[in-house]
């Protein structure tokens, strides 16, 4: 069983900053890729970034210069880090996780969602 646990949502600011985590456990042998994507009210859920295990980053034009992905192999976690939030930000952020487990068999996985409001 493989779970996600994602943390750090809430309500900010514009200009203020935010940093998301999602933490992956199970039996799982490595995370190839680990990503962020966000829905708004009425809109289709869109990428916000991606990384690879080797640190290949890609990240939306809509955030670029703004928001920072990283991840911890040992730990399978990613962070999403915002920074100069708009408040067209505001948004359920979803973390996704592709992962191999034995058999070499590789599966995606959602988080729950956390909520981001950019607002003052």
């Known amino acids: 069983q493989v779970q996600l646990v994602e943390s750090g949502g809430g309500l900010v600011q514009p200009g203020g900053s935010l940093r998301l985590s999602c933490a992956t456990s199970?039996?799982?042998?490595?995370?190839?890729?680990g990503g962020w994507y966000r829905q708004a009210p009425g809109k289709q859920r869109e990428l916000v970034a991606t990384i690879t295990s080797g640190g290949s980053t890609n990240l939306a034009d809509s955030v670029k210069g703004r928001f920072t992905i990283s991840r911890d192999n040992a730990k399978n976690t990613v962070y999403l880090q915002m920074n100069s939030l708009k408040p067209e930000d505001t948004a359920v952020y979803f973390c996704?996780?592709?992962?191999?487990?034995?058999?070499?068999?590789?599966?995606?996985?959602w988080g729950q969602g956390t909520q981001v409001t950019v607002s003052s």
């Open positions: 199970g039996r799982i042998l490595n995370m190839p890729v």
């Open positions: 996704n996780t592709r992962v191999t487990v034995a058999g070499s068999r590789t599966y995606d996985y």
